[in-house]
């Protein structure tokens, strides 16, 4: 089926997408960059972290929608950047980084790690609300990777990806609100599944939450995807 | 220093942090001369005053673990014009706060007495009103006082510390986004 063509407004500028295609992609075609944290192009949306989120004009509604999730209308008007999305993706970005353990001195992600490198391009240079520090569990189990939960984000990438790409349904969310954790077999340990490094659940990871045991600080400063340029998109897997 | 002020006068305090920011401050290399020229340093590990007396710039190096550090931050705050939290330490915790998964009492035992390496007969871990007492969890310097600026780096790159000095002593305040990319950074 021939996938029916429409015109949207980006930012001003006109741009043509297809009808049932998400704002997100959309933009994305015609060179506009909206930070990402939970989506990918491998997987389905869910619109997790919020980082997405842009004005609709003219619906009425005050609030922001996550444009990876919002099919785009003909004739709908779209601003991806203000004041005020900058503000609510800066204090979301925030809350992020306080409700776990985002050091990125002494993690091994540190210079490839998509929340960073959203927090360098959005100018993020402190957190404005207490750190929580929660007391999260490493799961060492794996011969090949390393599951922290301390650095999770909870996007739910390695949950879709384990179940959409790799067919193997790994991973879980279990908890509820701030207490959620991702976990496999409810509280078992990694060592115990069929996950391997070479899946994608485990290679596009966008924080150090899952990270494939060896390759740590492997890298120089300088070598890393993040360290000269900033981020454009999701990273591929290998 | 209140007879005449011809110079901004910059001071920079050293909490819980490994000095590595203030080594980034000296790897400005020759352009510690320049800076020499533009501003007066007062109290601060590399110059040894004691006395803080009223100054433009304050740079704070790292998080706020005891009660020492809490009085020498308040001091700054109240003396200081325009106050940067200085590096990682100072405004994410970073490793003096990994302490914060655990109890004080917890740190203390293990320091002082549960240690392989330590030689601690009588069991006794240091108090007195001399040893600061440590706070219950490592802050860090915006949750204690606000801030007029944040540098964050691990430690911050000198060209990053060059550039946002010069730029206040212009008398600008730049964006975080309008430090050079490769210089914004959290490691």
Same mark, same amino acid.
């Given at each position: ?37 939970? &989506? ?61 353990? &985002? ?33 999260? +569990?490493?799961?060492?189990? &794996?011969?090949?990777?390393? &599951?922290? #939960? ?65 390759? #740590?600080?492997? +890298? ?11 981020? +454009? ?6 | ?81 325009? @106050? ?49 007492? @440590? ?15 944040? @540098? ?36």
């Amino acid at each position: 089926m021939k996938k029916e063509k429409i015109t949207i407004t980006v930012d001003g500028k006109e741009v043509a997408a297809y009808a049932g295609e998400t704002i997100l992609d959309a933009a994305k075609r015609a060179g506009i960059y909206i930070p990402t944290l939970c &989506h990918h192009p491998l997987l389905s949306n869910t619109g997790a972290c919020r980082m997405c989120v842009v004005k609709i004009e003219g619906t009425g509604r005050q609030n922001l929608n996550s444009s990876c999730t919002t099919p785009v209308n003909d004739g709908m008007v779209v601003t991806t950047e203000s004041p005020e999305i900058k503000k609510m993706r800066r204090l979301n970005l925030e809350l992020i980084f306080s409700e776990r353990n &985002h050091q990125c001195p002494f993690c091994e992600k540190s210079g490839n790690c998509e929340l960073q490198a959203v927090a360098y391009r959005l100018g993020m240079d402190y957190v404005r609300f207490p750190f929580l520090w929660p007391k999260k +569990e490493v799961d060492a189990s &794996h011969p090949d990777i390393i &599951h922290d #939960a301390n650095r999770c984000m909870l996007c739910g990438r390695c949950v879709r990806s384990s179940e959409e790409v790799d067919k193997k349904g790994v991973f879980a969310i279990k908890g509820r609100g701030i207490d959620s954790d991702v976990t496999v077999n409810i509280d078992g340990r990694l060592g115990d599944t069929e996950v391997t490094k070479d899946d994608v659940a485990i290679q596009i990871c966008p924080t150090g939450s899952l990270c494939e045991k060896g390759l #740590a600080y492997s +890298e120089r400063y300088g070598e890393r995807r993040f360290d000269m340029k900033p981020i +454009e998109g999701p990273v591929e897997p290998k | 220093m209140a007879t005449k002020k011809s110079k901004p006068i910059v001071a920079t305090c050293w909490l819980a942090g490994c000095a590595g920011c203030h080594m980034s401050l000296l790897d400005i290399d020759e352009r510690i001369v320049a800076l020499s020229e533009l501003v007066d340093f007062s109290v601060s590990p590399i110059t040894d005053f004691k006395e803080l007396p009223e100054v433009d710039i304050a740079l704070i190096e790292g998080a706020v673990a005891n009660e020492d550090n809490m009085e020498v931050l308040k001091d700054f705050r109240k003396k200081a014009k325009f @106050l940067i939290a200085f590096g990682d330490c100072a405004i994410f915790g970073n490793l003096p706060a990994m302490r914060n998964a655990f109890t004080v009492k917890e740190c203390l035992e293990e320091a002082f007495l549960d240690t392989e390496s330590t030689v601690n007969p009588n069991g006794i871990i240091p108090t007195g009103e001399d040893v600061p007492k @440590l706070l219950p969890k490592v802050l860090t310097v915006p949750q204690v006082v606000k801030t007029d600026y944040n @540098l964050p780096g691990c430690p911050p790159d000198a060209d990053a510390i060059w550039f946002l000095l010069t730029e206040l002593l212009a008398g600008r305040v730049p964006e975080p986004t309008e430090i050079p990319y490769r210089d914004f950074k959290f490691d």
